[in-house]
């Protein structure tokens, strides 16, 4: 029963009944009478699995094959530590709705997500934000998506890999991706960029209002 078939592909992206009834644009009564069979699934949250979700349309409507197409085109940045998950639903925020990276960190609860990332094989992520700026150019560019994990402290940082930061400059909060790496000077870090066409920079730690660990990176690539 195709009821049934939603039911778990909800249950593999590890999405409640409330996250995929927005998918649907529908009430989660209305979700929960089409995982039971009592109600059909309409053509448009077909199109919704299929397109957004990445699901297998012969295995949605028959059973048959894979639940999930072929995996996206991600990179992924791992430490010899991480577990992957099989599926996740990683939630996409937008900064300029949140104010900024230090308000999504404080209030994650509160923060509605713009969309869902679903992807196989990764370690858990906290979230994901769209990136501006060429500083990590050519392995990031502006308009990239990152998938990040939060740290609490600093004192996680692991030397030399990639993280999503908020700075305090001048009272402004400034958002970027570098590499981090020791700084020769006692109680500041330093920056480092993909693109040398930027400089290295010692900052304060003091400075850091916020940090996550990029986990992987996602490039969108259109034909014209």
């Not at 448009?44 to 699995?49: G, H, I, P, Q």
């Not at 769209?130 to 030397?159: A, E, N, T």
């Amino acid at each position: 029963m195709i009821g049934d078939r939603v039911k778990l592909i909800r249950k593999e992206l590890k999405m409640t009944q409330e996250q995929l009834a927005q998918h649907f644009g529908i009430g989660k009564a209305a979700l929960s009478m089409i995982e039971t069979g009592k109600s059909g699934l309409s053509t448009r949250n077909k199109n919704v699995l299929v397109q957004d979700l990445n699901v297998n349309p012969e295995w949605l409507e028959s059973g048959n094959g894979q639940m999930f197409n072929s995996e996206p085109d991600f990179t992924p940045f791992r430490l010899r530590t991480d577990n992957s998950l099989p599926m996740q639903s990683v939630p996409l925020y937008s900064i300029e709705g949140t104010a900024g990276l230090v308000p999504l960190f404080n209030e994650k609860e509160e923060t509605t997500p713009i969309n869902y990332i679903h992807i196989p094989n990764l370690p858990k992520c906290d979230g994901a934000i769209y990136i501006v700026g060429d500083s990590m150019y050519p392995l990031l560019k502006s308009g990239d998506i990152v998938l990040y994990k939060q740290l609490q402290d600093l004192d996680s940082i692991f030397w030399g890999d990639m993280y999503l930061l908020s700075i305090d400059l001048d009272g402004e909060e400034y958002i970027t991706v570098k590499y981090i790496q020791k700084s020769d000077r006692e109680g500041y870090v330093k920056l480092v960029s993909q693109n040398p066409h930027h400089a290295d920079k010692d900052i304060e730690m003091s400075r850091i209002r916020a940090i996550a660990l990029v986990k992987a990176s996602i490039r969108m690539n259109s034909l014209r």
